[in-house]
């Protein structure tokens, strides 16, 4: 099917009363039977020129996404090159966070567009969680539909060596894919490519 990801998603924010003040949603068009990774961030930048899927010249979090998929030995240029590869990236919350923290009340009444969000491809095969907001959001998910938690509690690095479904979906703990310091913590980097290089066998 065939769909623009922000007409839709925005549809599904109004119908449920959702506040869609400074929102930011993937404004793309989608083949949705043809997306088999869904990759999870935190949330949306402050400016919008930032996001993913920005027309910019040289979005912050697509600097750092480009950089992390190169290191896993994947050649792309710009979002499209990535939706084309039947990867789809969004955020759990989807706007942008007020302080250092994300609340979790916030995280609650945008949880029914990402689960909205996820019922969108048919064909999943991977959902890859960037940093404990999106984990925190998907295992709500998760015990909502199946009483019980996808991925266990515990510090990313120590739990992501195990492999982890949700139904027929591996589901990834990671770690959050953008942010100015995020290329010089060499470890995180490491393991989110690394991370990266799975999904990929796996598709």
Not at 8 to 26: A, F, V
Not at 139 to 153: D, E, F, H, Y
Request: proline share 4%.
């Amino acid at each position: 099917m065939i769909i623009n990801a922000r007409d839709y998603l925005l549809s599904i924010m109004k119908e449920k009363n959702i506040s869609t003040d400074r929102i930011q949603l993937p404004n793309i068009e989608l083949d949705t039977d043809n997306i088999k990774v869904l990759m999870i961030n935190e949330v949306p930048p402050e400016n919008p020129n930032d996001y993913f899927y920005s027309q910019s010249e040289h979005p912050s979090y697509m600097d750092t996404t480009l950089w992390l998929f190169h290191n896993a030995g994947v050649t792309v240029s710009n979002i499209s090159d990535i939706v084309k590869m039947g990867i789809y990236i969004t955020t759990a919350v989807k706007s942008p966070k007020n302080g250092y923290n994300v609340e979790t009340d916030i995280i609650i009444e945008h949880l029914s567009v990402l689960e909205e969000e996820i019922n969108m491809f048919p064909n999943l095969k991977v959902v890859m969680l960037m940093g404990d907001v999106a984990k925190k959001a998907y295992n709500m998910i998760a015990k909502k539909n199946t009483k019980r938690n996808c991925i266990p509690t515990g510090s990313t690095y120590k739990i992501r060596a195990n492999e982890y479904y949700y139904g027929n979906v591996r589901v990834f703990p990671s770690y959050i894919m953008t942010g100015g310091n995020l290329l010089i913590e060499k470890s995180k980097c490491s393991m989110i490519s690394d991370d990266i290089k799975c999904m990929i066998k796996l598709i």
